[in-house]
């Protein structure tokens, strides 16, 4: 009888264990890729005495677009007939297949790619300083802005793992599209929103002058109006996006389970 809506931790790793080893090939050589082509860019640069900092522009570059489009492929497997039934038919609840793929691509992503990163980092500055006698700042992995940038793609990774689930094919570019026509779609809203409460501002001809709201200054139970829709926004982010979408996650995988 396949297990349901229990965790069991022995089952767990066991299926965390299968999950790296599915796909640790297609890891190793995507990795082997990227990283010969960042120690070119790093020999470039040095040679060029580039005073960039290399590692700020190119670390957040692999956390980002790397984790965005391997968490979007975590769920590939569900999506094709002659794959699906392997994994649907694992003797697993769905909530150790759930957890399993997100830590995976969320905090196990990061973990592994600090320390590899920084391994490289290190042999780039040892290749350089032979070749040219110089090197590039070394990468500094527990920075405020490196913690930073970690902690943004944990939240937002959360609804790239949610659309691995729900779009059968092409999910990062999906995601990528989804999230533009969205912003689109609140840009216009706020703009009719505006309309409707200012509406005075856009009678008659449009003067520069006569048109200055001050959002930043308007007062409500004390607080600016800027400083309640920062807050807001800041707390949604912070605590409320991520559960939201692996919330959604869960379900999802649950459904297509069914």
Not at 242 to 253: E, N, S
Request: charged content about 15%.
């Amino acid at each position: 009888m396949k297990p349901d809506n229990f965790f069991d931790k022995n089952r767990f790793f066991i299926l965390i264990r299968n999950d790296l080893f599915t796909g640790y090939r297609n890891l190793l050589i995507a990795g082997g890729a990227i990283a010969g082509a960042l120690l070119t860019i790093y020999l470039l640069t040095t040679w060029n005495n580039s005073n960039s900092d290399f590692h700020r522009t190119f670390f957040p570059m692999i956390i980002f677009f790397g984790g965005y489009l391997m968490t979007s492929m975590i769920y590939k497997d569900i999506h094709e007939k002659q794959r699906n039934y392997i994994y649907l038919t694992l003797p697993a609840s769905t909530l150790e297949k759930f957890l399993s793929r997100l830590l995976l691509t969320s905090v196990g992503f990061v973990a592994i790619v600090l320390v590899i990163y920084y391994l490289f980092s290190w042999i780039a500055t040892g290749l350089s300083l032979l070749i040219f006698d110089r090197s590039l700042p070394a990468f500094q992995p527990f920075t405020r802005e490196t913690m930073t940038a970690l902690g943004v793609y944990i939240v937002t990774q959360s609804i790239f793992l949610f659309t691995a689930v729900y779009f059968r094919s092409h999910a990062f570019f999906k995601t990528i599209l989804s999230l533009f026509s969205f912003s689109v779609v609140i840009g216009i809203f706020s703009m009719l929103i505006a309309r409707l409460i200012f509406w005075k501002y856009f009678d008659g001809l449009f003067i520069p002058d006569q048109f200055n709201i001050d959002l930043e200054h308007m007062s409500c139970f004390g607080e600016s109006f800027g400083e309640l829709i920062s807050a807001a926004a800041k707390f949604f982010f912070r605590f409320i996006m991520a559960p939201y979408f692996w919330v959604l996650t869960y379900f999802r995988l649950k459904e297509t389970e069914a």
